[in-house]
């Protein structure tokens, strides 16, 4: 009975033993799944922050597009500025001493009456031209040349700033029956553009002395 009773204590001993050896392994895989769970959660922290910095990236780069929009603008009409002195520059220093001899000409008045006469045939004739005509190309080198007509004849006008910038339009357009601004769909076309703009300069210059 004794053996019996020593035999059962050192099963359970023995069971307890087990019991206690799988509880650590237990214990252990479990401590193992909660710390792979954090720092699962933890990346899923990391990338959650990353997310929501693009999204304030993008955000910012959007708000920054009016701004960016406003400098390439703002750059393009500097360049028609610029293009404009430089125009007036290159006209300078070709009719400087041509000028001269005009001012200290007793027939001024007689030679100023006839450029003006000129500059208005140039206008009107290319007006009346103009509905015949589709190519950018062709009317180029005759703004052109009223432009350095204009200047020798008013040595610097506002007109010059307006014929630059249409000659800068030709420059990218196809067909004269494109948009004076590419940007505005409600612009007139570079063809009809013109049209109202030959009326206007002619009387501009018909009131110049």
Known sequence: MDQKK?????????????????????????????????????????????????????????????????????????????DLIKSLLKNMGQISSKKKEVENSVDRDETATSKKDIILKQFNDLRENLEALDDPIAVKPILEQVKEDIYEFTGGHRILYEISQVVNRLNSASSLNDLMDEQDTTSKSIKDHLVDKITFWNNKLMVKD
């Open 6 to 82: 020593e035999d059962l204590s050192k099963s359970f001993e023995e069971f307890q033993s087990k019991m206690d050896a799988f509880s650590s392994i237990l214990e252990k895989f479990g401590m193992d799944i909660i710390t792979k769970m954090g720092q699962t959660n933890l990346k899923i922290t990391q990338l959650t922050d990353k997310i929501n910095n693009l999204d304030k990236a993008t955000i910012d780069i959007k708000s920054l597009i009016p701004q960016l929009s406003n400098v390439i603008e703002n750059q393009k009409v500097l360049e028609d500025e610029l």
